[in-house]
């Protein structure tokens, strides 16, 4: 199984940014697909990101990226807002092995994010 590390997170008040890293390892040669996920406490875990869509709740102010070999994700999270406060997941749901993909589902431990008014 893929690793994935998060990182980034922390307490912020509303308005300001942080940007949370997931970095995976494992599988050399091959290059992966992830998204981020939020869950706040006594709520169900929500779709955040991924590279080619935003939940409507983040648009505008998030922003998604990777790096060239696709071992490395990034989510810039500016204008924050209270409704924001959860923890924060990365999910790798394709692995590309030369044009070869395998789905799956590996989760981070995921990073804490708390934005306060």
């Known amino acids: 199984q893929v690793q994935l590390v998060e990182s980034g997170g922390g307490s912020v008040q509303a308005g300001g940014s942080l940007r949370l890293s997931c970095a995976a390892s494992?599988?050399?040669?091959?290059?992966?697909?992830m998204s981020w996920y939020r869950q706040a406490p006594g709520k169900e875990r929500e779709f955040v990101s991924s590279s080619t869509r935003y939940a409507d709740s983040v648009k505008g102010r998030f922003t998604f990226s990777q790096d060239e070999g696709k071992k490395t994700v990034y989510l810039q999270m500016n204008s924050l807002k209270p409704e924001d406060t959860a923890m924060y997941y990365c999910?790798?749901?394709?692995?590309?092995?030369?044009?070869?993909?395998?789905?799956?589902?590996?989760w981070g431990q995921g990073t804490q994010v708390t934005v306060s008014s």
């Open positions: 999910q790798l749901y394709r692995r590309w092995c030369g044009d070869i993909p395998s789905y799956m589902d590996n």
């Open positions: 494992g599988y050399a040669g091959c290059s992966y697909d």
